[in-house]
């Protein structure tokens, strides 16, 4: 009998995930639709991290994997910061996210569509810089060119027309 319990309390273990529960700040969001948790992720200081639904937010430290099905947030979990490309003395290999979000990239079409007045949807993307904790991009509006500062989170900060 003692033999069934500990076999049983062993294959209990193995089946647990080795996860954490859900960060406070966005608890919230289990059960919403993919992509306005996503928008929501975003807004709360998360950036993608590594793909795969990986999410780090270098204000609080917090490396979260997203679990989505049937597209809603099922389940997110605390993992490693070592998931998000943070090393264990808490300094990144790769902590800035490899590209914009489209939060970023909206926010600077929308600029540079104001800056050159045209019509919203006009301007396109055609280089992108990461610098500190923002991005630089380049921003094509039909023959014209600017560069517009945003935050991952999709805050323009500066808009130059070259």
């Known amino acids: ?19 954490a529960d859900p960060p406070d700040e966005i608890v919230d969001l289990l059960g919403a639709r993919a992509p306005g948790a996503e928008s929501q992720m975003q807004a709360r200081g998360y950036v993608d991290a590594a793909g795969n639904n990986i999410w780090w937010n270098q204000k609080t430290g917090v490396c979260a994997k997203v679990h989505v099905s049937q597209g809603r947030y099922k389940t997110i979990d605390i993992v490693s910061a070592a998931d998000c490309g943070i090393d264990a ?9 490899r590209e914009p979000s489209q939060a970023a990239m909206d926010a600077c079409m929308n600029a540079a569509d104001q800056l050159q007045q045209e019509e919203t949807g006009t301007s396109i993307v ?20 600017s560069h517009c500062t945003v935050t991952q989170s999709g805050d323009v900060i500066q808009m130059d027309p070259p």
């Open 1 to 19: 009998m003692m033999r069934k319990t500990v076999l049983a309390a062993c294959f209990a273990l193995i089946a647990a995930p080795a996860l």
């Open 126 to 145: 055609t280089n992108k810089r990461h610098t500190g904790e923002n991005w630089v991009l380049t921003m094509k509006t039909l023959g014209n060119t």
């Open 89 to 97: 003395f808490g300094e990144s290999e790769e902590a800035a996210p």
